[in-house]
């Protein structure tokens, strides 16, 4: 089996930051992408940002510049650091990894179970 545990989410005021956390564990042989992606209420869930395990980024055009995905892999371990927040970045964050499992199973698609994030204006 395999866990995301994420940290990091909050309330804070239109123009601050955070940083989420999202540390996988479990039967784990590899992890190709991270990433996370957000759901508003009554919004479908969309991308944020992702990142290989190479390094390689991507991120949704209403992010851009403000956001910055990260990632350690020998702690299994992704991050965003968002700076410049705005009341529309309200949302519940879910980190998601790609993982091949130590059988050789995968890659498959774990999620984590989801963090708060509310920019008050």
């Known amino acids: 089996q395999v866990q995301l545990v994420e940290s990091g989410g909050g309330l804070v005021q239109a123009g601050g930051s955070l940083r989420l956390s999202c540390a996988a564990s479990?039967?784990?042989?590899?992890?190709?992408?991270m990433g996370w992606y957000r759901q508003a209420p009554g919004k479908q869930r969309e991308l944020v940002a992702t990142?290989?395990?190479?390094?390689?980024?991507n991120y949704a055009d209403f992010v851009k510049g403000r956001f910055t995905i990260s990632r350690d892999n020998g702690k299994n371990t992704v991050y965003l650091q968002m700076n410049s927040l705005k009341p529309e970045d309200t949302a519940v964050y879910y980190c998601?990894?790609?993982?091949?499992?130590?059988?050789?199973?995968?890659?498959?698609?774990?999620w984590g179970q989801g963090t708060q994030v509310t920019v008050s204006s």
């Open positions: 998601h990894a790609d993982v091949t499992n130590l059988d050789g199973r995968g890659p498959s698609r774990f």
């Open positions: 479990g039967t784990i042989f590899s992890i190709n992408v």
């Open positions: 990142i290989t395990r190479g390094g390689t980024t």
